[in-house]
């Protein structure tokens, strides 16, 4: 059964910096490119951020491009974002999904940015 | 960058009513390699987004066959034949032939 489990939201001030992780278990992960996408309250889904399965490439969406940096570790199975500056746009439930199609999702992890 | 554009925002149904929910790109999804992806995806209350669809037509694993999907280039249609309550949420369409984006979703309502 595939499994993605994300952790490491919380409530921050502006500016301050958090790091996110999502644990994959039930595929072979380092055979997948990883997805972060995000939405906000009430709102649509946004992509945020994509790594191929070898971290050879890194892409991400021009609202979080200088300020969110992607990585991974396929030898523990887990995905991170880095997430510096932040802003109160930048208040959402953060998720990671695999592959291109983003057949499996997490159950999100929330983070709030509020002074 | 690509825009997938959905209508209706808001769709209210009947059980048993079968409905439709378009979804237009602003660039053809058609990939090179033969591919358009094309993806249909609901998010029930409270809960995570689940994948329906892929490649445009192909059910997903588990998804019951009263969801259909279709279409080519630019205009996609999900339809569900006889909406049941468990189908209440919104549904957001989803490119990722040039980079990924999702369309601004449709809420199904019951009546």
């Known amino acids: 059964e595939v499994q993605l489990v994300e952790s490491g939201g919380g409530l921050v001030k502006p500016g301050s910096s958090l790091k996110l992780s999502c644990v994959a278990s039930g595929f072979t992960f380092s055979s997948y490119g990883m997805h972060w996408i995000r939405q906000a309250p009430k709102k649509g889904l946004e992509w945020i951020a994509l790594?191929?399965?070898?971290?050879?490439?890194?892409y991400y969406a021009d609202s979080v491009k200088g300020r969110f940096t992607i990585s991974r570790d396929n030898s523990k199975n887990t995905l991170y974002l880095e997430m510096n500056s932040l802003r109160s746009e930048d208040t959402a439930m953060y998720y990671c999904?695999?592959?291109?199609?983003?057949?499996?999702w997490g159950q999100g992890t929330l983070v709030t940015v509020s002074s | 960058d690509v825009v997938l554009t959905q209508t209706p925002s808001i769709l209210s149904a009947t059980i048993g009513q079968s409905v439709s929910i378009s979804c237009r790109s602003s660039q053809s999804l058609l990939d090179s390699d033969g591919n358009t992806y094309l993806y249909w995806f609901l998010q029930r209350p409270g809960q995570s987004p689940q994948r329906l669809i892929y490649?445009?037509?192909n059910l997903g694993s588990g998804v019951p066959n009263r969801f259909s999907g279709s279409g080519s280039g630019t205009d996609f249609t999900l339809k569900i034949s006889g909406v049941e309550a468990e189908d209440l949420g919104v549904y957001y369409c989803?490119?990722?032939?040039?980079?990924?984006?999702f369309g601004s979703g449709t809420k199904l309502e019951i009546k």
């Open positions: 790594i191929y399965y070898d971290s050879s490439n890194k």
């Open positions: 999904a695999p592959g291109r199609g983003l057949a499996y």
């Open positions: 989803m490119q990722a032939t040039h980079a990924l984006t």
């Open positions: 490649l445009v037509s």
